[in-house]
Every structure is written in structure tokens, then in C-alpha cells.
């Protein structure tokens, strides 16, 4: 690891602990030279999964592709960098679960959905709209109907 102020090829690790959501481990790091310290975040990638599209066409999986349709569907809301690197932790670690070289993009957006309804409901409605192809105000009306539903099921179970 080269130290990001004077380019020293030894950097040595003082400290590790993982990340808030345990999906990741961040390292502390000094420079042996400069004796700068920062910090690094390895993370799980995934390298080895084929995503196979709606036409049938398939192409390898692009992280890069779920934080573009996540950033969308999140356009002008609230959340932190930190909480949405979680939600993408989590969408990759169910991924990661399912233990498969090919994935439909079906599968992985029923995912995506799953984890993005308990982060923020209105980025879930943005996502499923596009990601379910709503046609009308009709089936965008069941959907609600069915986020309310979930939405009483579970605040009538804490209580």
C-alpha cells in the first residue's frame, strides 16, 4: 500500500476491526517513512457472477449498476454515504448468499427491492415503478396498497 502523501511503497497496519455492518474490515495504516496514518476499507468483491438479463443476454455482474439505479430511485432524499455503502453491503451479501454463478437480473433486482423497502420507502416505490414497470396509476396504487399493508402487519407486531 503506497501512503497517499509522499508515495512510500511501506505502509504498515496498526490497527484492523471491521466495519459498522461487518461487511468489511478497516485497516489503520501508518507510513513508515512519513509516519502519515490513514485509513484503508477492504471490502468483498464479487467477481465471478453472470447476470442474465430479461432478453436473455448475459453479462458480468457491475456493482456499479446497482449504485446508479439506487442513486436514481434516492434522487433528493435523505440518507447518509454511510447508511447507503450499507444498504449496497447488504444487497451484495444476500447476493453473495445465494451461492450461484448466474443470477437473472429478475433475481437480483427482487433483492435490491427487498432491502431498499426497509431503507426508504419512497426510493422503493421510485425503484419498483421503473424496476416492475408500472404502466398505469393502477398498479402503482396496489403497490402502495401493499407497502401500507406490510407497513400495519409490522407495527401491529412490535406492539
Do not use: W
Not at 456499479?64 to 455503502?85: D, P, V
Amino acid at each position: 500500500m503506497y501512503c497517499p502523501v509522499c508515495s512510500h511503497r511501506d505502509t504498515k497496519v496498526v490497527d484492523s476491526r471491521l466495519t459498522a455492518d461487518h461487511a468489511g474490515i478497516r485497516r489503520r495504516r501508518q507510513c513508515e517513512k512519513c509516519k502519515f496514518r490513514f485509513s484503508t476499507i477492504e471490502q468483498i468483491e464479487i467477481l465471478d457472477l453472470t447476470v442474465v438479463k430479461r432478453d436473455g443476454n448475459k453479462q458480468p455482474y457491475d456493482r456499479n449498476k446497482i449504485i446508479q439505479g439506487l442513486r436514481k430511485a434516492l434522487e433528493k432524499r435523505s440518507y447518509t454515504e454511510e447508511s447507503f455503502e450499507n444498504l449496497i453491503a447488504r444487497i451484495e451479501r444476500e447476493i453473495h448468499r445465494a451461492r450461484k454463478q448466474e443470477m437473472t437480473s429478475k433475481q437480483i433486482g427482487e433483492i435490491i427491492i427487498k432491502k431498499l423497502e426497509s431503507f426508504d420507502q419512497v426510493g422503493y416505490i421510485r425503484y419498483a415503478s421503473v424496476y416492475r414497470d408500472f404502466r398505469d396509476v393502477v398498479s402503482f396504487q396496489k403497490e402502495l396498497k401493499y407497502i401500507m399493508k406490510r407497513r400495519s402487519k409490522r407495527t401491529a407486531h412490535k406492539k
